[in-house]
């Protein structure tokens, strides 16, 4: 069955660290990917998406990706995160020319100031 | 637009009781999909609707139910409820239902006693 990972659950960083959290799916075909964050007592909500092209991809607020294939992975990256990026992150696959959308269990960031 | 809005916000109900969650989708979006959110485990997929019909269906049991009306507003209901059942039920619409971007309510909040 598909499925998609996200090892760190818990992450805690001081402002002005590099941030980096993991996602990886399982499943051979063509895949659409996305990250969402929710912000404390916010809705979830995009952060971006990839679907096809330049496997570097830029989110809002400083966030990108790197769709990686032969590794299955889709790595969220901030080179300097802030106090404000405290969320929860969840990582999103959706199966090409299906209806399936598979979310990962989420991290949780806490961003120390 | 209007974004999606889920009623009510917050229920509390207990065991044995049923319960329907409401959920209006952005005006336009013909897809709603119902996620059952819970501290470390993520998103779990309930259903998704278009056009009236159930096109996918998560790994929940028969207590759980959906429909959606031609207005594309989408119901789901829990019938004896369990305290496991206590969550946060989040409705998502988008235009078409294959892998484009969610759009997320806030969610209804659920505490079965």
């Known amino acids: 069955a598909q499925s998609v990972s996200q090892h760190n659950h818990h992450v805690i960083l001081s402002e002005a660290a590099s941030l980096e959290l993991g996602c990886n799916y399982s499943y051979g075909g063509t895949v659409n990917l996305f990250w969402y964050v929710q912000y404390p007592g916010q809705h979830l909500q995009l952060l971006l998406k990839?679907?096809?092209?330049?496997?570097l991809v830029k989110g809002i607020k400083g966030f990108e990706a790197e769709f990686i294939k032969s590794k299955f992975s889709f790595n969220l990256r901030k080179p300097s995160v802030q106090w404000s990026d405290t969320a929860e992150y969840f990582c999103a696959v959706s199966i090409s020319g299906t209806y399936k959308y598979i979310f990962g269990t989420g991290t949780r960031l806490k961003v120390l100031a | 637009k209007a974004g999606v809005t889920q009623t009510p916000r917050y229920l509390i109900k207990t065991r044995g009781q049923q319960v329907t969650l409401s959920c209006s989708p952005i005006s336009g979006h013909r897809s709603v999909s119902w996620y059952q959110q819970t501290p470390g485990q993520g998103l779990q997929f309930l259903f998704e609707?278009?056009?009236?019909?159930?096109?996918n269906k998560g790994n929940f049991p028969g207590r759980f139910s959906g429909r959606q009306f031609s207005n594309s507003r989408s119901e789901m209901n829990v019938s004896t409820l369990e305290l496991g059942d206590s969550a946060l039920y989040l409705c998502?619409?988008?235009?078409?239902?294959?892998?484009?971007?969610?759009?997320f309510g806030p969610g209804t909040r659920l505490l079965v006693l």
């Open positions: 990839y679907f096809s092209g330049d496997p």
């Open positions: 998502a619409s988008r235009p078409d239902p294959a892998g484009e971007t969610q759009y």
């Open positions: 609707y278009f056009s009236e019909t159930q096109r």
